[in-house]
């Protein structure tokens, strides 16, 4: 069990690893020195990675095979959500941290922000279907299943709460300021890649069908 539970911890860190649209947001909001509310950005990633790791267990990866409308609406709905997140990161280009792109005002609007970018994002429930169908035992018991829940979880709210740290630092804010226009407009070409990725991918699979 154990060996398990390590080796899903492991897949998923080498996952948390490679940048994507959540480290996109917390250095976006850490270093505009909005501090206190990108602690519930993370408590709001982690729990869409809770959310994703549930249906996951509970046969989601089957259900998008059988219904493959269903995964196209999700495609669907995360490709434009983060073309919306591309388009508030251009528009603010050089702005000073108290317009920036990304101001959350209240810790629910943080925590809000931190879910939906999390969720609007299907590859996710992907990735732990594959992950939890590969590595767990054919008929894995209750307490194996919370376990690897709670494993990856733990996983996203120590490593966010790390970059969090890091991208809050003085220097790394400083340094920010100095550059936050191209920063900004770099994290708005990454983003509105992976929402037109999204996008792109629904409609070739239209064609096909």
């Not at 983060?82 to 941290?97: E, F, K, P, Q, T």
Request: net charge positive.
């Amino acid at each position: 069990m154990l060996s398990n539970l390590f080796t899903v911890w492991l897949l998923h860190f080498a996952v948390l690893l490679s940048p994507g649209v959540n480290t996109l947001l917390l250095s976006q909001i850490a270093a505009s020195g909005q501090t206190r509310q990108v602690r519930f950005v993370v408590l709001g990633i982690a729990t869409a990675t809770m959310v994703w790791a549930s249906a996951a267990l509970l046969g989601l990866h089957a259900l998008l095979t059988t219904l493959p409308e269903l995964r196209q609406s999700l495609q669907l709905v995360g490709g434009c959500y983060l073309l919306y997140v591309a388009w508030r990161l251009w528009c603010s280009g050089g702005a000073a941290s108290n317009t920036a792109a990304f101001t959350a005002h209240t810790p629910w609007a943080a925590y809000r922000l931190g879910f939906l970018v999390n969720i609007t994002n299907p590859k996710g429930g992907v990735f732990f279907a594959t992950v939890f169908t590969t590595v767990l035992p054919a008929s894995p018991d209750l307490w194996i299943q919370l376990s690897a829940g709670l494993v990856v979880v733990a996983n996203s709210l120590v490593w966010h709460l790390f970059l969090a740290a890091l991208f809050g630092n003085v220097r790394v804010q400083s340094a920010h300021g100095r550059a936050r226009g191209w920063v900004n407009r770099l994290a708005a070409g990454i983003v509105g890649a992976l929402g037109l990725h999204l996008l792109l991918a629904v409609v070739r699979e239209a064609r096909r069908g």
